[in-house]
């Protein structure tokens, strides 16, 4: 099993910036691929950036070119959010799995409990 618990969320304005942080425990040496993924109310859930062991990454289009994915060996996933907007507004997860060496195919089986991003003025 593997845990993952999110941190690093809160209310910011627009135009600023957040650092998301994704702790990995438990059976969590041999992770690939990890990812962020965020829901906003009435919303389905979809896919903000993700990355595999070998260093590919995967961006939503609404955030390309602001946000940026890094990751620790699978202990570790970050997500640096700039430019912050107000349709930024969203619960964010980490999601982890064991595939995706080479390139993304998730979303995988583990979760984190999501933290809130609220960008508001």
């Known amino acids: 099993q593997v845990q993952l618990v999110e941190s690093g969320g809160g209310l910011v304005q627009p135009g600023g910036s957040l650092r998301l942080s994704c702790a990995a425990s438990?059976?969590?040496?041999?992770?690939?691929?990890m990812g962020w993924y965020r829901q906003a109310p009435g919303k389905q859930r979809e896919l903000v950036a993700a990355i595999t062991r070998g260093g590919t990454t995967k961006y939503a289009d609404s955030v390309l070119g602001r946000f940026t994915i890094s990751r620790d060996s699978a202990k570790t996933v970050y997500l640096e959010m700039n430019a912050l907007k107000l349709e930024d507004t969203a619960v964010y997860y980490c999601n982890a799995g064991y595939s995706g060496l080479n390139s993304y195919t998730g979303p995988y089986a583990y979760w984190g409990q999501g933290t809130q991003v609220t960008v508001s003025s």
């Open positions: 438990g059976s969590s040496y041999s992770i690939n691929a």
